[in-house]
Each structure stands twice: as structure tokens, then as C-alpha cells.
């Protein structure tokens, strides 16, 4: 019963590009807030990015901003997190996420098993 799959994770050195995927069942995906979250070791998971239906309204955390750029494909029930000028600092497992209402103001009710994203300098 998988919900979630993310792929597009690798190594990459400073500076690169990534781009992650995100693909969803009809549950996860049909009318939610899509998402992405990252956790470092040793650290919290933190919010990155989110998106909504249309994709009128995104969000980015501050690291992230100018940087990162999510987007959506409805029809694929796809999820994409495009990740530019990539830091050691953005080393991480990343997590696609999903929620009906919202993936910051409550904890998604959806996540993926993650990719890990490793950023060599």
C-alpha cells in the first residue's frame, strides 16, 4: 500500500542541479497540498516546500528560496521538486508528503519513504 514514491536522489557536488520526483496513488494525490520535507542526521525533519491543487500557491522555506522550485502534474499525479545551486547543507533524506488541508499546519497525512539527496563539497 504505497502512497507515496520518491526517486531522483544521488550525489551530486555544490552547485549542481537535482531534480526529485514524487509519484502518488489516487488517495494520496486527489485534492491534497503536496509537499516536500528533508531530515538531515542528527536533525528534525524540516518543511521545504509545499504546493497546492492548482498549483496557485506555493510555499518554500528560507533556505530554500530562489533555490528550489515545486511543481505538480495532475494528470501523472506527480510531484516534482526541482533543487538548483545545491549545498553541503541540503544533504538529506527527502520526503514527499501529502494532506487534504495542508502540510505545514498539521502533520501530513501522507509521506513517502524518502530519497537521500548527499551534496559533496
Known amino acids: 500500500q504505497v502512497q507515496l514514491v520518491e526517486s531522483g536522489g544521488g550525489l551530486v557536488q555544490a552547485g549542481d542541479s537535482l531534480m526529485l520526483s514524487c509519484v502518488a496513488s489516487e488517495r494520496a494525490f486527489s485534492g491534497s497540498v503536496m509537499g516536500w520535507f528533508r531530515q538531515a542526521p542528527g536533525k528534525e525533519r524540516e518543511f521545504v516546500a509545499a504546493i497546492n491543487w492548482s498549483g496557485s500557491s506555493v510555499a518554500y522555506s528560507d533556505p530554500v528560496k530562489g533555490r528550489f522550485t515545486i511543481s505538480r502534474d495532475n494528470p501523472k499525479k506527480m510531484v516534482y521538486l526541482q533543487m538548483n545551486s545545491l549545498k553541503p547543507e541540503d544533504t538529506a533524506v527527502y520526503y514527499c508528503?501529502?494532506?487534504?488541508?495542508?502540510?505545514?499546519?498539521?502533520?501530513?497525512?501522507?509521506w513517502g519513504q524518502g530519497t537521500q539527496v548527499t551534496i559533496s563539497s
Open positions: 508528503v501529502a494532506d487534504k488541508l495542508s502540510v505545514r499546519e498539521r502533520q501530513p497525512e501522507y
